[in-house]
């Protein structure tokens, strides 16, 4: 199945920016998510972006996507210590027998210092 | 409601019970998927509903899981004789459109 990899722990100063990284093995994708957990909650959707752009912008959080590179990347301008949270990079699979599955990472946790 | 629901929230049970956990999903969404999270990991595809049929069933881990979906609305995943492996928070979520797909807070499984 498709793999979906991103670092663990991200630790930031609050005001500063944040940037989480992804990479991903399936080059058909095309949709490619960011989802937030806070803690004892369900998964929030953030944003997604579709494979024929190369940025999504909105409000204070900016996806860049390098299909190339299979690299996804999150980006949290100004963060806030209510941004601490695991955040996951999923692929959609959208062809076939699989169509409609997710693929996560195991999540990056943030914490953002005051 | 307004968002997906899912409940109980959280389930402890001992081992070798059955447990049935129970999604509500947001009202018109034709399509329904479950997802297990173990303790520090992603999420992981147990089964995907189009309607009721389950086109999808290859996620599931062993045949002592089941879910069924009826009315297009409420789906039930089942297990049977629960082993400690299977304690993780088990995710519902609902689309009307395939790429987006809106998740309910889970329900805690706890097998002792």
């Known amino acids: 199945g498709e793999d979906v990899e991103q670092s663990l722990f991200l630790s930031v100063r609050e005001g500063d920016s944040s940037v989480i990284n992804c990479t991903y093995t399936?080059?058909?994708?095309?949709?490619l998510y960011w989802y937030k957990q806070e803690p004892g909650a369900g998964l929030q959707l953030l944003t997604y972006i579709f494979s024929n752009m190369d940025m999504k912008q909105d409000q204070r959080l900016t996806v860049l996507l390098n299909k190339k590179d299979k690299h996804l990347s999150l980006r949290i301008a100004d963060t806030q210590t209510g941004d601490s949270a695991i955040y996951f990079c999923?692929?959609?699979?959208?062809?076939?027998?699989?169509?409609?599955?997710?693929?996560f990472g195991r999540g990056t946790q943030l914490t953002v210092w005051p | 409601g307004a968002g997906v629901s899912q409940s109980p929230s959280n389930k402890v049970t001992e081992k070798g019970k059955d447990v049935e956990l129970r999604c509500d999903p947001i009202s018109g969404h034709t399509a329904l998927y479950w997802y297990r999270q173990r303790l520090g990991q992603g999420l992981e595809f147990l089964i995907y509903f189009q309607g009721n049929s389950a086109p999808d069933k290859s996620g599931l881990p062993s045949d002592r899981f089941s879910a069924e979906r009826t009315g297009e609305s409420v789906s039930t995943l089942t297990i049977q004789r629960t082993q400690q492996e299977d304690s993780a928070v088990y995710l519902c979520?609902?689309?009307?459109?395939?790429?987006?797909?809106?998740f309910g807070p889970g329900t805690r499984l706890t097998v002792l």
């Open positions: 979520a609902s689309s009307l459109q395939y790429n987006e797909q809106f």
């Open positions: 999923a692929e959609l699979a959208d062809r076939g027998s699989t169509l409609g599955r997710l693929y």
């Open positions: 399936d080059s058909s994708s095309t949709y």
